[in-house]
């Protein structure tokens, strides 16, 4: 029997959590919510998900620091990240890259408020990607 | 109604020192000055000056309070309104412009309260000044410096306002828009049709606000440095590309068809590439918008040795030819826009991104036997620099020049 996947969903606004639990509750997933970056990571290190979608924006730890902490622990450099953002400026993501001397490692960029049809479609194309690099890796030996 | 008092030149000499720009001045340089100026009182809610009048005074304030303002109009068709740029408290000065070609005022002063004034003849006081240089000196530099902190403040005062604009506008309209649209999907239950059409008006009016804040963000940011600086090698095959994608969904909405007649092939050029995508984007969506259900909207481009060429044609009705001269301006929304969605940035938006390019965006209605419509023609110059290619040549010339 398949488990159903894991999503994380991280924004500082309780409006956007809500409205995005309400859209992704019409599929078979198991959701959680966090408020900001560093809870997010206190809730990655209990329970690695198998995806993220990360709001740029946010008190205590931001968008940017979660990825970074994300690509740097091996555990969860592959968990794909969504990120959803009011920010579409290619300036904060150079910055970043530029901050940070690393290529912004996000698997897709979903401009807010997203279409609920398009959410569903990213979510799902991210998932399947990631199931399948999954069991890849577990056949590879060692 | 203003009352001109006569007080000894000692005294008027005295309230001139005290003020920001005549505070240096020697005592023999003040009380020549003096002679030029009058006492003059104001009653609360009266001019001192007004914009656009000729400058023909400068004004210390002694006592009370000015308040200057600016006219805006947005549109040929609003009704101007009168919007408060700053203050002028007692020491301070209003009507610069009376030192300074073409010696016309720039804003308006009016009185917040009772106030007092120093009056000071423009003219006499700059031939007094040009006589005197080292007085003159003295005044100018006061002058630019108070400038100079003017214009640091308003810089200031406009980049905090565009981060706030950009970001704390837009994030409570994307929540709203969130829950919008996941009721509309049906996410959170049945609704009554009337429901139904009252929440896609909704979306469409926040829809809307939500993409003028962003017009008004760039058009704020939109100066041709600022655009020149990312110029950088692209694929405008690609660029173009993004922008039907764009472009696409309002299409299929409006049921108009998007015809596409690239070159045989794309050559790369210099540009701001996510600029021209949006110029591209701003006159597809402008195509559709005013193109009626069924018909076609052409985008194609071709080459020629100098130049690119992007054209977006629609078969609408045409522009009117009196709102012709006027479609790039700011804010500019022509009469038979009417319900169609938009503040009216989109062109001038455009035109100042092709004016960074040294290119231009021609406009032409189309009236044939069989065909109605407008043709838009963006002219791409193919010899554009990055900053990088500008450097070089700048290094180049500069080492010939010590080479000799």
Partial sequence: MEQKPYILIVDDDPDILEGILTILESQPYRLATARDGKKCMEMVAQDIPDLLILDLLMPRMDGWGVIREMRSEPRYAGVPILVLTTVVEDASRRRYELETGMAMDVQDYVQKPAKPAELIQRVEKLLKAYAYRTRQSNFSPG | ????????????????????????????????????????????????????????????????????????????????????????EPGKLAGFSGLVAPY?????????????????????????????????????????????????????????????VSHELRSPLAAIENYLQTMLGGYAGELTEKQQRMMKRSLLRV?????????????????????????????????????????????????????????????????????????????????????????????????????????????????????????FEDFFRGDSAGE?????????????????????????????ESESGTRFTVVIPRNLQTPEMRRQAWMATDEQRING
């Fill in chain 2, 1 to 88: 109604m203003l009352i001109a008092l006569a007080s000894p030149i000692s005294v008027r000499a005295e309230r001139l020192r005290r003020s920001e720009i005549f505070g240096g001045l020697d005592e023999a340089d003040l009380m020549a000055i003096a002679e030029f100026c009058v006492e003059e009182r104001y009653h609360e809610g009266e001019v001192v000056l007004a914009e656009g009048a000729p400058a023909e005074a400068l004004f210390v304030v002694e006592r009370g309070k000015l308040a200057l303002e600016k006219k805006i109009q947005i549109g040929r068709h609003s009704t101007p309104r009168n919007a408060t740029i700053g203050y002028v």
């Fill in chain 2, 340 to 368: 169609t969605p938009g503040a009216g940035l989109g062109l001038s938006i455009a035109k100042k991104i092709m004016d960074a390019h040294d290119g231009k965006i021609v406009v032409k209605n189309l009236y044939g």
């Fill in chain 2, 207 to 327: 829809t809307d606000l939500r993409s003028l804040i962003g017009d008004v963000v760039d058009l704020a940011r939109m100066r041709p440095e600022q655009i020149q600086a990312d110029f950088e090698w692209f694929d405008p095959g690609e660029v173009g590309t993004e922008s039907l994608e764009d472009a696409r969904l309002a299409a299929a909405e409006k049921g108009v068809r998007i015809k596409v007649e690239p070159p045989p092939k794309f050559e790369p050029i210099v540009g701001a590439r996510r600029r021209m995508r949006q110029v591209f984007t701003n006159l597809l969506n402008n195509a559709i918008k005013f193109s009626p259900s069924g018909s076609t909207v052409t985008f194609r481009a071709w080459y020629e040795p100098e130049t690119l060429y992007f054209e977006v044609e629609d078969e609408g009705s045409g522009i009117p030819p009196e709102d012709l001269p006027h479609i």
């Fill in chain 2, 104 to 164: 016309v005022y720039s804003t308006s002063a009016v009185c917040l309260e009772p106030t007092r004034v120093i009056r000071i003849d423009g003219p006499a006081v700059r031939e007094y000044l040009e006589a005197h240089p080292a007085a003159g000196w003295k005044v100018i530099t006061s002058v630019a410096v108070l400038i100079r902190d003017r214009y640091r403040n308003s810089i200031d005062t406009l980049t905090y306002f565009l981060s706030v």
